[in-house]
């Protein structure tokens, strides 16, 4: 929406009021004294009381944009995801895929979509890989299970350690999951990792050094609009879903999408990087942007 317009549908909505609206002098001036308590009718040409409102309006968009969350990115749009040497990657180095998953282990939602995505990299082991971005949502706990997670990676144990906390982080009850809150702690979380296969004292020396892929993640998904779990992004293009149909038609595309640029000749190794990081929008649009 252009500010014209937005200024349009704030002085309809200032007429509804009960009070006097202060856009009411725009459409004239008044030679009267304004009654005590009473709002002054804006005075001036047309041009300066415009450009006053349209300042005013720029506050209010800037407050608004400051206190209300982002929209989703438009799931049309292929978006730049770069991929950061700290973020964990399962599936083959050169895969015409890629799927960017923005996840925290604390996420409900995030356990119920892991079988799928697991799913997917059994059904296209030499297509597709799956890279890992970390967005805290749960606070301090959800950075634990983070750490252990990336200190796994730093083994070659992130697979088994990633499956291993969502067994033990949740467990489905009824009609969803429930939390299993005697494992959200540090040493519950080294305790399923090192159970897992991991190193239990190269999981302790690699802990701290794991705040980089979170700041990472979090540099990575701000300009794109990003602020819920689980998010995805294939070949560039964003999907919420839990729904393995959903997921396996856009991959399909995009296969169709990535074959026809490597018959082109674009290296299939360089396809990611190429056509997707290089050649994507790197922002998404802001709420109020046209």
Avoid at 165 to 176: D, Q
Wanted: with cysteine; proline share 7%; hydrophobic share 40%.
């Amino acid at each position: 929406m252009n500010k014209l317009a937005l200024c349009l549908c704030l002085a309809a909505a200032a007429a509804c009021t009960k009070n006097e609206s202060r856009l009411d002098g725009v459409s004239g001036t008044s030679g009267q004294d304004p009654s005590p308590g009473v709002a002054p009718r804006a005075t001036g040409s047309v041009e300066s009381r415009l450009a006053r409102v349209e300042r005013r309006l720029d506050k209010v968009i800037s407050l608004l944009e400051q206190n209300l969350p982002p929209e989703p990115p438009d799931a049309a749009t292929t978006f730049s995801v770069p991929i950061s040497p700290s973020d964990p990657v399962e599936g083959p180095a050169d895969a015409k895929v890629t799927i960017v998953e923005a996840f925290e282990f604390l996420c409900p939602y995030c356990y119920l979509v892991s079988p799928t995505v697991n799913k997917l990299l059994e059904k296209y082991p030499k297509d597709v890989r799956v890279v890992s971005k970390y967005l805290v949502i749960h606070g301090d706990k959800a950075v634990l299970a983070a750490q252990v997670g990336c200190a796994a990676h730093k083994q070659g144990k992130y697979t088994q350690v990633k499956n291993a906390l969502w067994n033990g982080l949740f467990k489905l009850e009824g009609e969803g999951p429930k939390a299993q809150t005697e494992n959200l702690n540090l040493d519950a979380m080294k305790k399923l990792a090192a159970d897992a296969g991991a190193d239990p004292a190269r999981l302790d020396a690699d802990l701290e050094g794991c705040q980089g892929w979170i700041q990472d993640s979090a540099q990575a998904l701000a300009p794109l609009g990003v602020n819920s779990t689980p998010s995805f992004f294939i070949n560039g293009r964003f999907l919420q879903s839990l729904d393995f149909d959903q997921f396996d038609a856009m991959i399909k595309e995009s296969l169709a999408k990535a074959d026809k640029a490597i018959a082109d000749g674009v290296p299939q190794a360089d396809y990611y990087k190429r056509e997707i990081v290089g050649k994507g929008v790197k922002r998404a649009k802001g709420r109020f942007e046209d």
